[in-house]
């Protein structure tokens, strides 16, 4: 049975699209389907520290990101929310991880081997090691479900291989966590490089789409998404990466399937496709914008950042005593 459901997101950066059709959507389903489950959806600001930040605009996405989560329909009064840094048993554990994975099995992971090549300024030791906090945030909490896009699935794999050296060393201690993938949603891609994913990082503003932005300008971010010089709209991947991306983006945003969009499209032309994605988008958006302006500078943010902080701390610290235990660090209680 599904008993715990983990995952987060970082405040690296206002949250895209692509945050929320690869992964805050799927949570939101997941608060409906499992009803009996307990979920912790938190904000993953360590994990954000691995690359320099200016501290105002980090203290400010933190609170975005909260705020996105609930506007984005995560209920409070069904799911935990709170900040990973307001839970020291994350940092705690997290140090337990990195006495348990292997330094190979760190550097083995793309994401860091792809960050380390493209930064130029110094490589932070927590870019490494980064791993060995998100098995933490996950087997603190027992987490049998990971909602995740597909780019973290490298590390919920060491995840799973940390907890089970774990469990083998020192007897079972862990649950081991299944990652959890939308299976209707496939990674988003850059509106300028439909070969790279889209992401709140890009240099590029026009290469993807801000939960926030404006109407018009998210209009004019589809109409001047990069696409080929073919006049058909069909999904191929390999030939025609950015129609195919928008056909994605079109299916993440309505309850159709990308055939059904195909066909819709069928005598259609780039120009009006687009069109209509744009305003597609815009009216998905519009009441999430609404409610996100509403929270961002609330207390009710506050209150719901309190609890979920409140709870995660007494699961949490309840796991971290066992393992110290179980490791033999302190004294005998
Ligand atoms: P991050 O922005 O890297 O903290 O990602 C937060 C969550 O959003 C992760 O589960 C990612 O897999 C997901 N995500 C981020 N960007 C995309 C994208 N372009 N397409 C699909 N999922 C994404
Ligand atoms: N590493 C994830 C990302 O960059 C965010 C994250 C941190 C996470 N801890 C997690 C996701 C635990 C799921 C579970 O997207």
Not at 115 to 129: A, D, F, M
Not at 246 to 267: M, P, W
């Given at each position: 049975m599904v008993k715990r459901i983990v995952s987060g997101v970082q405040p690296s950066g206002k949250l895209t699209i692509g945050n929320y059709l690869g992964a805050i959507k799927s949570f939101v389903k997941l608060q409906d389907e499992y009803e009996g489950a307990e979920f912790f959806f938190f904000v993953a600001d360590l994990h954000a520290i691995t690359v320099t930040q200016d501290r105002l605009k980090l203290r400010q996405s933190i609170r975005e990101v909260a705020a996105m989560y609930i506007a984005c329909g995560l209920d409070p009064d069904k799911v935990n929310i709170f900040i990973?840094?307001?839970?020291p048993a994350h940092n705690q554990l997290g140090y337990i991880m990195e006495s348990t994975a292997y330094i190979g099995e760190m550097e083995r992971m793309t994401q860091y081997k792809d960050k380390r090549q493209r930064q130029v300024e110094g490589i932070k030791t927590s870019l490494l090691t980064y791993p060995a906090l998100m098995a933490a945030d996950i087997l603190l909490y027992d987490a049998n479900l990971v909602p995740i896009g597909d780019d973290q699935d490298q590390h919920l794999e060491l995840t799973r291989m940390v907890g089970e050296r774990f469990n083998n060393q020192y007897g079972n201690t862990f649950e081991i966590p299944k990652a959890y993938y939308?299976?209707?949603?496939?990674r988003i891609m850059s509106?300028?490089?439909?070969?790279?994913k889209m992401s709140k990082?890009?240099?590029?503003?026009?290469s993807f789409i801000l939960l926030d932005d404006e109407p018009n300008r998210i209009k004019n971010k589809i109409g001047s998404a990069v696409t080929d010089s073919d006049t058909k709209i069909y999904f191929d991947k390999e030939n025609k990466p950015g129609i195919s991306n928008l056909l994605s983006i079109y299916a993440g945003f309505s309850d159709k399937s990308v055939e059904e969009i195909e066909k819709l499209y069928e005598n259609k032309s780039y120009q009006e496709f687009k069109s209509d994605l744009g305003n597609l988008i815009v009216d998905y958006l519009k009441p999430i914008q609404e409610r996100y302006k509403e929270i961002l500078n609330s207390k009710y943010l506050d209150e719901v950042l309190d609890r979920g902080r409140d709870r995660a701390i007494i699961i949490s610290n309840r796991k971290l005593e066992k393992v110290y235990h179980k490791v033999g660090l302190g004294r005998k209680k």
């Amino acid at each position: 049975m599904v008993k715990r459901i983990v995952s987060g997101v970082q405040p690296s950066g206002k949250l895209t699209i692509g945050n929320y059709l690869g992964a805050i959507k799927s949570f939101v389903k997941l608060q409906d389907e499992y009803e009996g489950a307990e979920f912790f959806f938190f904000v993953a600001d360590l994990h954000a520290i691995t690359v320099t930040q200016d501290r105002l605009k980090l203290r400010q996405s933190i609170r975005e990101v909260a705020a996105m989560y609930i506007a984005c329909g995560l209920d409070p009064d069904k799911v935990n929310i709170f900040i990973q840094s307001e839970v020291p048993a994350h940092n705690q554990l997290g140090y337990i991880m990195e006495s348990t994975a292997y330094i190979g099995e760190m550097e083995r992971m793309t994401q860091y081997k792809d960050k380390r090549q493209r930064q130029v300024e110094g490589i932070k030791t927590s870019l490494l090691t980064y791993p060995a906090l998100m098995a933490a945030d996950i087997l603190l909490y027992d987490a049998n479900l990971v909602p995740i896009g597909d780019d973290q699935d490298q590390h919920l794999e060491l995840t799973r291989m940390v907890g089970e050296r774990f469990n083998n060393q020192y007897g079972n201690t862990f649950e081991i966590p299944k990652a959890y993938y939308n299976k209707d949603v496939v990674r988003i891609m850059s509106l300028a490089d439909p070969l790279k994913k889209m992401s709140k990082s890009d240099e590029i503003e026009r290469s993807f789409i801000l939960l926030d932005d404006e109407p018009n300008r998210i209009k004019n971010k589809i109409g001047s998404a990069v696409t080929d010089s073919d006049t058909k709209i069909y999904f191929d991947k390999e030939n025609k990466p950015g129609i195919s991306n928008l056909l994605s983006i079109y299916a993440g945003f309505s309850d159709k399937s990308v055939e059904e969009i195909e066909k819709l499209y069928e005598n259609k032309s780039y120009q009006e496709f687009k069109s209509d994605l744009g305003n597609l988008i815009v009216d998905y958006l519009k009441p999430i914008q609404e409610r996100y302006k509403e929270i961002l500078n609330s207390k009710y943010l506050d209150e719901v950042l309190d609890r979920g902080r409140d709870r995660a701390i007494i699961i949490s610290n309840r796991k971290l005593e066992k393992v110290y235990h179980k490791v033999g660090l302190g004294r005998k209680k």
